[in-house]
Structures are given as structure tokens and as C-alpha cells.
């Protein structure tokens, strides 16, 4: 939930603070679950052998070269602050991006690299012998290594990336596009129709990383092929009668197989409304058919004066005193009589 507080970013007790868009949210602490997957088992592995090579493997000299580059390299912003890297920290943000493609261990730091812009422009969805192809289209030569992630697939209104996976890395480009289906479809497997898949391209060399693109797209319908075993699915009415409007209703064909006395159309009883017959589907009254009704015009009341009220109430045999005719009077008076 929001609150009102100074900017705070992390855990504290059994709250976790953290920022959107400029404002300050607060939710309580859940201790994640350990899913043990092979990924992640990997990850650790790699962690750990990259920690233990600082102190064990490096040499004096080397750490040295480390802590010096790394203060040069600015840490990722967090409350809109930031401050130089330890040289450990270089070491493991170096090694560790290298170590999730398979690279190896770098012992001393890299010069630092300066990207150009990402080649990947789109994402687009092809479909070959009845199965879906995931291409990225590129817009020049690939020169350096390119990260591929993804996330699993979802709805179609979702509009920003969220809780992707690594892939692996881009394929060579063949006509300007990669191929990246078997990348793809081993993780998530193949994305069905209406569904919103979402890819995010980073550029790496020598560990150092580039900004993130991130490119979406909504997976079509797939065209039927002639001789498939999806050409002779059975479609429900409905759909025939969309398709054909030829094509009768179930109502309808129903009706035609009534005897001649009882079958019609809604056409013929238009047609001759003096020769009323049972038809399969109400379509309304005719005009020639509909109740008429006189309008009888109102005959406005007119009022009694205060004699007539006097001789009618005499006839009647109601009481005609001094009070019932001050009463009266006032009354004429309060009326406009």
C-alpha cells in the first residue's frame, strides 16, 4: 500500500519499501520458496565458484587491478543515488554475466565497452508447415554477442514485461531474421493463439552489458492447410451461417422437414398475411396485423360555483349552515372564484 514517508528502498523488519513512480509503497515480507530448478542450480553453482576464486585464485596484483577498475564503474541507481564499485563486486558482475553464457572466468578487468544500438527491431511470427516460427527481425550485422530472454506467454493486454527467463544467445541471421522457436518453444513451449509473447535483447562483451530492448507481439491465427486434420473439424452453426449465410439454421432445416400444411417461411407469411400458417420462427407481427385502438379525447370538468354547490348539496340533504358556507366561500375566494 502507499504511505507517507521519506523515499525508502528495501527491507526493514517485516516490511519491504520500495518506489513507483516517484512514490513510496510498503507490503510485507514473504520468504520466497527455494525452487530448486536446473537454472537456478546453475546460477548458484557459478556464484560460488566465482567467490571463491576471488580470494583463492586471483592474485594480489590482480585484485589490485580489479578494485582500481571497478572505481571507475558507477553501481546501478537506487533512490536515484549511486556510488563507485569494490573491486570484488566488479569481479562478480563481470565474471557472473560471462558465466551465464558459458564463457569463461576472466582474472583481470576488461576495458570498458561503449555499445552501439541494438540491431533487434521486432518481433514477427511465421507459419511453416502448419507450425509457428518465432523470428526476431535484425537490422545490420550482429557483431556482438546478444542475450535472448523471455517470459512466459500472456494475456494480449498486457503491455510491459514481466518475470522473464534467459534463453540462450541469438542465432546467426538468415535474410535479415533469427530464428529462435527451438529457444523459445523448449522453455515455454509453442504460444497458442491470442496470446501476447514478450522478448528482451541485451547486448554483452567481455562481460560488460548493454541497455535492454524489449519488442511484443500478439501470435495471429495460424492458416489451415487444405489436407490437415484441422480442415474437417466440425464448426457449429453458428459459425456456418456466419460463414454462409446460405447455409439454413438448425430452426429452419428443422422446419423443412415438417408436412407441407405446416411448413412456411417467415417470407411467405409477409407475403400472403390473409392465410395464416404456423411458422418455424416468430419474426413479428405484420402491419396489416396489428390492433388498432381510438384515442378518446378527454371532456375538461368544469367547476361548480358556490350556488350550485348550495342547491346540489339541498337536493342531497347535506347540511347547508353559516360555517359549511364561510368555509365554502373562503375556499372560492382562496381559488379565485
Same mark, same amino acid.
Given at each position: 500500500?502507499?504511505?507517507?514517508?521519506?523515499?525508502?528502498?528495501?527491507?526493514?523488519?517485516?516490511?519491504?519499501?520500495?518506489?513507483?513512480?516517484?512514490?513510496?509503497?510498503?507490503?510485507?515480507?514473504?520468504?520466497?520458496?527455494?525452487?530448486?530448478?536446473?537454472?537456478?542450480?546453475?546460477?548458484?553453482?557459478?556464484?560460488?565458484?566465482?567467490?571463491?576464486?576471488?580470494?583463492?585464485?586471483?592474485?594480489?596484483? %590482480?585484485?589490485?587491478?580489479?578494485?582500481?577498475? /571497478?572505481? +571507475? =564503474?558507477?553501481?546501478?541507481? &537506487?533512490?536515484?543515488?549511486? !556510488?563507485?564499485?569494490?573491486?570484488?563486486?566488479?569481479?562478480?558482475?563481470?565474471?557472473?554475466?560471462?558465466?551465464?553464457?558459458?564463457?569463461?572466468?576472466?582474472?583481470?578487468?576488461?576495458?570498458?565497452?561503449v555499445f552501439g544500438p541494438n540491431p533487434v527491431e521486432a518481433l514477427l511470427?511465421?507459419?511453416?508447415?502448419?507450425?509457428?516460427?518465432?523470428?526476431?527481425?535484425?537490422?545490420?550485422?550482429?557483431?556482438?554477442?546478444?542475450?535472448?530472454?523471455?517470459?512466459?506467454?500472456?494475456?494480449?493486454?498486457?503491455?510491459?514485461?514481466?518475470?522473464?527467463?534467459?534463453?540462450?544467445?541469438?542465432?546467426?541471421?538468415?535474410?535479415?531474421?533469427?530464428?529462435?522457436?527451438?529457444?523459445?518453444? %523448449?522453455?515455454?513451449?509453442?504460444?497458442?493463439? /491470442?496470446? +501476447? =509473447?514478450?522478448?528482451?535483447? &541485451?547486448?554483452?562483451?567481455? !562481460?560488460?552489458?548493454?541497455?535492454?530492448?524489449?519488442?511484443?507481439?500478439?501470435?495471429?491465427?495460424?492458416?489451415?492447410?487444405?489436407?490437415?486434420?484441422?480442415?474437417?473439424?466440425?464448426?457449429?452453426?453458428?459459425?456456418?451461417?456466419?460463414?454462409?449465410?446460405?447455409?439454413?439454421?438448425?430452426?429452419?432445416?428443422?422446419?423443412?422437414?415438417?408436412?407441407?400444411?405446416?411448413?412456411?417461411?417467415?417470407?411467405?407469411?409477409?407475403?400472403?398475411?390473409?392465410?395464416?400458417?404456423?411458422?418455424?420462427?416468430?419474426?413479428?407481427?405484420?402491419?396489416?396485423?396489428?390492433?388498432?385502438?381510438?384515442?378518446?379525447?378527454?371532456?375538461?370538468?368544469?367547476?361548480?360555483?358556490?350556488?350550485?354547490?348550495?342547491?346540489?348539496?339541498?337536493?342531497?340533504?347535506?347540511?347547508?349552515?353559516?360555517?359549511?358556507? &364561510?368555509?365554502?366561500r373562503w375556499r372560492e375566494l382562496w381559488r379565485g372564484g
Open positions: 500500500m502507499q504511505i507517507l514517508d521519506i523515499p525508502k528502498s528495501g527491507r526493514r523488519g517485516d516490511y519491504v519499501f520500495y518506489m513507483r513512480r516517484r512514490r513510496l509503497f510498503r507490503r510485507r515480507y514473504v520468504v520466497p520458496r527455494n525452487v530448486r530448478t536446473a537454472a537456478r542450480r546453475r546460477t548458484r553453482r557459478d556464484f560460488g565458484a566465482i567467490a571463491r576464486a576471488w580470494g583463492g585464485q586471483l592474485t594480489e596484483e %590482480q585484485r589490485r587491478a580489479w578494485m582500481a577498475s /571497478g572505481a +571507475k =564503474v558507477k553501481s546501478h541507481p &537506487r533512490l536515484w543515488q549511486a !556510488g563507485p564499485l569494490t573491486g570484488e563486486m566488479h569481479f562478480q558482475g563481470i565474471n557472473n554475466a560471462r558465466a551465464r553464457i558459458g564463457a569463461e572466468m576472466l582474472p583481470w578487468p576488461p576495458e570498458p565497452m511470427f511465421h507459419c511453416v508447415n502448419g507450425r509457428l516460427r518465432l523470428c526476431l527481425r535484425v537490422s545490420g550485422p550482429v557483431t556482438e554477442d546478444i542475450m535472448v530472454f523471455a517470459q512466459a506467454p500472456c494475456s494480449a493486454g498486457r503491455k510491459k514485461w514481466r518475470h522473464g527467463a534467459y534463453l540462450g544467445l541469438l542465432p546467426a541471421p538468415q535474410d535479415g531474421e533469427c530464428d529462435i522457436t527451438d529457444l523459445y518453444v %523448449q522453455k515455454y513451449g509453442e504460444p497458442e493463439p /491470442g496470446k +501476447k =509473447v514478450f522478448i528482451r535483447t &541485451r547486448q554483452q562483451k567481455n !562481460g560488460w552489458e548493454g541497455l535492454d530492448r524489449d519488442c511484443g507481439e500478439v501470435v495471429g491465427a495460424r492458416p489451415v492447410a487444405a489436407g490437415s486434420p484441422e480442415a474437417g473439424q466440425i464448426r457449429s452453426p453458428k459459425a456456418e451461417t456466419r460463414r454462409n449465410p446460405e447455409i439454413r439454421t438448425p430452426k429452419a432445416f428443422r422446419a423443412s422437414r415438417l408436412p407441407g400444411s405446416q411448413r412456411c417461411s417467415s417470407r411467405m407469411a409477409h407475403a400472403n398475411p390473409s392465410n395464416p400458417v404456423c411458422c418455424a420462427m416468430h419474426k413479428g407481427v405484420p402491419p396489416e396485423h396489428r390492433q388498432t385502438y381510438a384515442r378518446v379525447t378527454p371532456v375538461p370538468r368544469r367547476r361548480r360555483t358556490e350556488c350550485e354547490r348550495v342547491v346540489r348539496n339541498a337536493e342531497s340533504g347535506v347540511r347547508n349552515d353559516a360555517s359549511s358556507l &364561510r368555509q365554502g
